[in-house]
């Protein structure tokens, strides 16, 4: 048996000649075992890094009172059966690093570990040869990580009260004699308890792992409505609104009071949101644009194991953000052959909705997407995955969502109709996912495909119209393929990803007309008042983006300079995108209805070559008139296509400089765009203080630039396909007009927002995990808003839409949180607790760039405001903005029942919503009067039951429950002068599955 003849050296100073040495029993080695590997990073590291040692253990929690206190809540099975017999892990006073460490010989893997963890391991090269570690990634505290790296080998990791971790072989049953040499730190070790560590990262609310992507509630499945426990996220005022619970498409969501299409979505590691028009919400008054989103892939967050909010003191590889990185990475193969089956459903009559009075005549009867009555939701899943060896895995993966809208197609009863009075409307999202890994045994090289397909097809139709159906296509596709090299001084990452993205239309009809009714045009509504029967829609247009990528990340090992450790990473990124606008076909949009004349060949729609007009006349006698009618005004939006391509160029550099209890992260990263052909520099600085294992200080400064959307560009052409003619007292049309720009591209710059944050995580042993408090400021500056400028002879009707930089935003956040670093146990049940509060305040001067921005916003103007006489950008912003909130989430397992219990309970204060109310005099001029209403308090209890019964070996039922705000309460979402609106009560989705 070998034995320490020595305490450990201080880790905490560098070794010293005469410095005390391990040595075996019965030998003095030199420095390297057997194979040639270093003894231990003990004999190499102290000579030239100051280390720091592990915490010490802490006692057991009292869980069994606490959770009395608190309640039943979460963890998974597995969690949970592990905290149920053991005590406590130490918890974490920090975040713990990240390690992306591929199996390997398990001396090379504990030296590697020890110099990035910057910890004194104690090992016997010898004693170690000829095994292997597992492979180690994420983001681990020492002992876990330790704890993943020796699974399958007879090795164990027990820290030492000198300081430094000893690797030694498990004890058997018969190591029970005490020999002489029993104060040896080795011996003294062997006597400890056994302590129960967590073998993955630890779930908090700014980072969701697999189990908590499985039991949070989320109805529709998508990735931002799973990210309802952060504190720094708020959604929009119409996400859970009463009228469109028939709606799938994936939340808007805001970070530190940004504007939704500001934020930056990765799926391992490739951008999912939409470059091309996110802020465009135009749905059925446009024959130019497409409606867009901020996310140019709705992926179902099932295919996701693991979930990363970054918010604040964000590092300097990642950018064009203005509000935060949410880190996304796809599930890898676990099994050596499995796979799963689930459907799911949830309809309007599992759902209870709260309707004003007011409005309840014409919601039960709408003939619009803006109130959705009724409506039907299935969910198809499937997963097969395989791991053939250790070193190569496959998973696929497919998700269909798929809502059923039925509507009525007319306004009004319209009984004598010719047409079919009911339509129905669907949503339908699929997603799928493929993820391949290979890591050669023995290896420095290590690689993973992935590939997502997420395509979105929306049905409408146009109210009161036949022929009217159009579909809204959007989604589109990513391919990435990633490279790990980990070479002596560095661990090289090399990613080349494409990636494509549609935001178009497809319409059943290439003409718009809205005829007056007759016994001819006969579909419309005789009875209205002034009735017509409409037909057509506004055309084909595709409008696609594709992007080409390549980036290169270098992680430097640590080298010491002086007394302190520096830890540099630099990285380069590429990328080129194409975009394009093209309407497939011409489409004729026909305005102004006129009276035929009462005789004559034009009485009878004959055109003067004695041909028919068929498409813009009628001769039939329009109701309450005796002539036919035609139309005067013909706009013809040619087919055309015209692109923009632009290239981006990224480089940044980092250094994690570590001296005493201080850490720095200094970096900058550059940005250029060809789009806006400016360069950005922003730098990013952090700096942290650990006195103790109980308090960590922090305090950040940061500039975070934005990107440049294709929209702005784009726009400035469409206008142009148009051509308008004319045409009185004759069928023939008259020459065409082509129309001039609407919008002009001025120079402009990128939008971006400093940031100031500061914050404390306090981790004391009977806290039972980590409480953080942050507060950020940030300000947006030359954020991007669209104003009207007149007297502009090369625009249409000598008036522009301008692109500009003259948007602003302020935010101040204040964050509290806290996680449990493990399960509470109360008898059979392990509860895992989250808590979030948030105080807000967003004050900005614009909605999204695609509002029309007036001169008093333009000018920052004066404006009264709750009474009070204000610049308009210090009013608070319209939405995202609830002035606090408080998240309470919690996860129970049964793990003989094979149960699983989640609770998400939300309460989000008096939302204000700003009303304009007339006008009023300010020092001789006339203002604008807004006055501010508070909305009630809202609060929603959401609640998962998840069964999942062993049937047969792997084999399991799966059976998932979900309730969306439980105890039925009305929440209101905004108010008028004649009604109001609500958020959804009660909802109930069932969800069936077999996994094997």
Request: charged share 20%; glycine share 8%; proline share 6%.
């Amino acid at each position: 048996m070998n034995r320490l003849r020595h305490p450990l050296p201080r880790p905490d100073l560098p070794s010293r000649p005469g410095a005390p040495t391990v040595r075996r029993r019965g030998a003095a080695l030199p420095g390297t075992g057997t194979a040639g590997l270093p003894l231990a990073p003990l004999l190499a590291l102290p000579r030239t890094l100051p280390l720091t040692l592990p915490s010490t253990l802490l006692r057991p929690l009292l869980r069994p009172l606490l959770a009395a206190l608190l309640g039943a809540g979460v963890l998974s099975a597995q969690a949970a059966g592990a905290a149920a017999g053991q005590p406590s892990a130490a918890p974490r006073t920090a975040p713990a690093p990240r390690y992306d460490l591929p199996a390997s010989p398990l001396a090379e893997a504990l030296n590697r570990f020890a110099a990035e963890a910057g910890v004194v391991l104690v090992f016997d090269a010898a004693a170690v040869n000829g095994f292997r570690s597992q492979a180690l990634n994420g983001q681990y505290d020492v002992m876990a990580g330790l704890k993943v790296l020796l699974a399958g080998t007879p090795f164990e990791a027990q820290p030492s009260s000198a300081g430094g971790v000893m690797i030694r072989r498990r004890p058997t049953s018969s190591q029970t004699a005490i020999t002489d040499d029993e104060d040896s730190p080795e011996l003294r070790l062997q006597r400890l308890p056994m302590v129960a560590v967590q073998g993955r990262p630890l779930p908090t609310v700014d980072r969701l792992d697999r189990a908590m992507i499985r039991n949070l509630p989320a109805i529709n499945g998508d990735l931002t409505s799973q990210l309802k426990l952060n504190p720094n996220i708020q959604y929009s005022e119409s996400q859970l609104s009463s009228y469109t619970g028939g709606e799938i498409a994936p939340a808007e969501i805001s970070i530190h009071g940004s504007k939704p299409y500001q934020n930056q979505i990765l799926l391992d590691g490739v951008s999912a949101m939409n470059d091309l028009d996110p802020g465009l919400k135009i749905t059925t008054e446009s024959p130019e644009f497409v409606p867009g989103a901020s996310q140019a892939l709705a992926v179902d967050s099932s295919i996701l194991c693991d979930i990363e909010v970054r918010d604040a003191n964000i590092s300097a590889e990642y950018g064009r953000f203005t509000g935060g990185v949410v880190d996304a990475r796809l599930c890898a193969a676990r099994k050596r052959f499995g796979g799963s089956v689930a459907v799911g459903y949830t309809s309007s009559d599992w759902t209870h909705v709260f309707i004003d009075p007011a409005r309840r005549e014409a919601f039960e009867a709408s003939s619009n997407a803006d109130m959705q009555p009724r409506f039907r939701k299935w969910t198809y899943k499937t997963t097969l995955e395989m791991r053939p060896t250790e070193e190569w895995g496959v998973l696929l993966s497919a998700v269909r969502r798929q809502s059923d809208i039925p509507l009525r197609r007319f306004s009004t009863d319209n009984d004598g109709s010719t047409e079919s009075r009911e339509v129905t409307q669907q949503r339908r999202q699929d997603t799928l996912a493929l993820k391949t890994d290979f890591k050669p045994t023995g290896s420095i090289h290590r690689a993973d495909l992935s590939l997502v397909y997420a395509p979105s097809d929306n049905r409408y139709f146009i109210e009161n119209f036949r022929n009217s159906d159009y579909t809204l296509q959007s989604g589109g596709l990513t391919l990435s393929g990633r490279w790990e090299s980990r070479f002596e001084p560095v661990l090289l990452t090399q990613q080349l990803s494409y990636s494509s993205s549609d935001q178009s239309r497809r319409s059943d009809a290439d003409y718009y007309r809205n005829w007056r009714w007759s016994t001819d045009k006969n579909w419309g509504d005789s009875t209205d008042s002034t009735p017509t029967s409409g037909e057509g829609a506004w055309g084909d247009v595709d409008q696609r983006l594709k992007t080409l990528a390549y980036k290169v990340k270098g992680a430097f090992q640590a080298v010491a300079i002086g007394a302190t450790q520096h830890r540099v990473s630099t990285g380069v990124e590429l990328r080129r995108q194409d975009a394009s606008y093209d309407r497939l076909k011409a489409q004729r949009y026909y305005l102004t209805v006129a009276n035929l004349p009462t005789t004559g060949a034009l009485s009878r729609c004959q055109r003067a070559d004695g041909t028919q007009d068929t498409e813009a006349c009628s001769a039939t006698p329009s109701i309450n008139r005796k002539v036919g009618q035609y139309f005067t005004r013909l706009m013809t939006y040619n087919a055309g296509s015209f692109g923009l391509q632009s290239e981006s160029y990224s480089a940044f550099v980092e250094d994690d400089i570590r001296w005493r209890d201080f850490n720095l992260r200094a970096g900058v990263r550059a940005d250029r765009d060809t789009l806006t052909d400016q360069f950005d520099l922003g730098p990013r600085m952090a700096l942290s203080w650990q006195p103790n294992p109980t308090w960590l200080i922090d305090a950040g400064a940061n500039r975070y630039y934005g990107r440049s959307l294709f929209a702005y560009a784009l726009q400035e052409k469409i206008h142009t396909l148009l051509v308008t003619q004319t045409r009185s007292g004759t069928l023939t049309w008259g020459t065409g007009t082509q129309a001039l720009p609407l919008n002009r591209l001025e120079t402009m710059k990128t939008p971006y927002d400093d940031e100031l944050t500061a914050g404390l995580v306090f981790a004391p042993a009977w806290l039972g995990g980590p409480l953080s408090l942050r507060v950020t400021q940030r300000d947006g500056k030359d954020q991007v808003i669209k104003r009207i400028v007149s007297k502009q002879t090369d625009c249409n009707g000598n008036s522009c839409y301008v692109y500009t930089n003259d948007g602003r935003s302020k935010t101040r956040d204040w964050t509290l949180s806290w996680s449990s670093a493990t399960a509470f146990k109360t008898g059979p049940v392990a509860t895992r607790w989250w808590l979030a509060v948030n105080k807000s305040d967003v004050r900005s001067n614009y909605s999204t760039y695609g509002d029309t921005y007036s001169t008093d916003k333009l000018d920052d103007a004066i404006i009264q405001y709750d009474g009070q006489f204000i610049r308009y950008s210090d009013m608070p912003a319209d939405n995202y903005n609830r002035p606090w909130t408080l998240r309470i989430g919690a996860m129970s397992s049964l793990p003989a029942y094979h149960l699983t219990v989640s609770h998400l309970l939300r309460i989000r204060d008096r939302y204000q919503q700003m009303l304009k109310n007339g006008t009023t005099d300010y020092q001789g001029t006339t203002v604008d009067v807004y006055e501010r209403t508070n909305l009630p308090r809202s609060l929603a209890i959401d609640t998962v039951i998840h069964w999942e019964p062993r049937v047969r070996g792997d084999q399991r039922l799966q059976v998932k429950l979900t309730l969306e705000n439980l105890t039925n309460r009305k929440n209101t979402s905004t108010v008028s002068d004649t009604y109001a609106t609500y958020e959804r009560g009660r909802s109930v989705a069932l969800e069936v599955g077999y996994e094997f």
